[in-house]
């Protein structure tokens, strides 16, 4: 990923923080001349090693299975929020041009198949229990046990212990203190959910005059 240094992100802390934030990414394995992508959810656990370690599953049917299986190098690319940043938002709007605003994640390693059917629905139960934390009536595996055995046999669970990790965050750091000010206000009365966030990071990045915290 190409990551001028002004842009570089190397805290592991709030780089976990942003793929637990947005965990459904993309999966890329080059095997035996063919590039192999798959997007999944995946489960982060940062306790396991220097960078964490990433768990997910697929079919089985899915060809991307055999490449894992053979333990090819992969790259997991989590894309977080982005924004669109007029020039309108700047101090000199006719001197400068369009650009984005966005938060990307790069982990690199190579996939540990799970081969016993209780690691297969552990892996499964484990980014479930994830995603229904904190909810009204969350669900389990326990509730389908039957199914779940049955399907499990149809899927490739897998861990990626991340061997290295590349963070880039563009949030306006090239730009004037009142340039950057100028985005987070902009950002803060957009409405989606992406340009909130971009705001709130760019808030926790810089002081409220604009200077870097």
């Known amino acids: 990923m190409y990551t001028p240094q002004i842009f570089d992100w190397s805290d592991v802390q709030s780089i976990h923080t942003q793929m637990r934030r947005h965990p459904f990414a993309l999966l890329l394995t080059q095997h035996q001349g063919a590039l192999h992508t798959s997007h999944l959810p995946f489960h982060l656990d940062s306790r396991r ?124 750091q090239n730009r004037s203190e009142t340039d950057r000010i100028g985005v987070m206000n902009a950002l803060r009365e957009d409405e989606s959910a992406d340009a909130q966030e971009i705001a709130l990071l760019m808030e926790a990045l810089y002081a409220p005059e604009g200077k870097l915290a």
């Open 49 to 172: 090693g220097p960078n964490g370690t990433l768990s997910a599953h697929l079919a089985r049917a899915n060809p991307h299975c055999e490449a894992l299986i053979a333990g090819a190098a992969s790259q997991v690319v989590f894309t977080g929020p982005n924004a669109y940043i007029s020039p309108r938002w700047y101090s000199e709007p006719s001197r400068n041009v369009p650009t984005w605003n966005y938060v990307a994640i790069h982990a690199f390693g190579r996939p540990v198949i799970a081969r016993e059917l209780q690691t297969v629905l552990r892996n499964i139960a484990t980014l479930t229990d994830a995603h229904e934390q904190g909810r009204a009536q969350p669900w389990s595996i326990g509730e389908a046990q039957a199914l779940s055995e049955k399907l499990a046999a149809h899927v490739l669970a897998f861990e990626i212990p991340i061997e290295r990790i590349e963070g880039k965050r563009k949030l306006s």
